[in-house]
Every structure is written in C-alpha cells, then in structure tokens.
C-alpha cells in the first residue's frame, strides 16, 4: 500500500490569484481549491500547483549565476511552438532563446510572476513506420 497518495508543488507569489489563472488556463485545468492565501489548480493531465500568497515575495533571477534556481518545473509537450504561443498570449516569458546542450529539445520561460519553468519535447517513442 502506497502511503503517499499525491503530492502539491507550492509557488510562493503575491499574487496567487493571478498566477492560478495563468496555469490553470495554460495546463488546460480548473481550480480545485482556494482559501484567503492558497490557490491551486489540477491540470488535465492530472499535475498539481498550488500558489501561496508571500507579500514579500521576491522572483527569482535566474539565470543569473550569483542567485538561486528555488525552483523549477518542467512541462513535456507535443508541440513546442504552439505551447509557447499559448504561454506568451498568458503572459509567460521566455528567457532562454539559444538551443540548449543535451539529449532535449527545451525551451525556458518565467511565469508571470517570475518562476522559471521549461517546455520539453515529448521525444517519440513509437517505432518507426514503413
């Protein structure tokens, strides 16, 4: 029997109002809960977010080398292009324009309230046809 049934990746912000919206319309999801500080939503793939409320809440800066990462998540999609038309029309941001080292094709972008995330590549795993 598996003790630990789910698990909430919790985003500190001023704003957790805001930022629900922008994720919750991003991973195509609905809001599941909010209280005065607390907001989180559900994807449709299932992922759990949760937004805290933090007035003091800094973003942070990276790729800046002198800071922390905090945190950082990391979202598979079919279709790189049309996933960062959808976040930019949110209004996500993209920091990390050059092809990046390694077996991914990847792509970073803040939320807008500055949390860093990247979109990966579903890479295919069916075998070739024909």
Known sequence: MTLVKAGVVVLDCAEPEKLAVFYKEF????????????????????????FRRDVN?????????ENSLQSHLVFLVE???AAERRLVGL??????TRDPAGPYEERGYTDPAGHSF??????ITAPKQG
Do not use: C, F, Y
């Open 27 to 50: 991973l195509e999801g609905e809001q599941t809960d909010a209280s005065a500080n607390l907001v989180e939503v559900r994807g449709a793939d299932g992922i759990r977010l949760a």
């Open 57 to 65: 809440a800094v973003s942070p800066s990276w790729p800046r080398p």
């Open 79 to 81: 279709d790189l292009d």
């Open 91 to 96: 209004g996500g941001r993209p920091i990390e």
């Open 118 to 123: 990247t979109l990966r590549l579903v890479p």
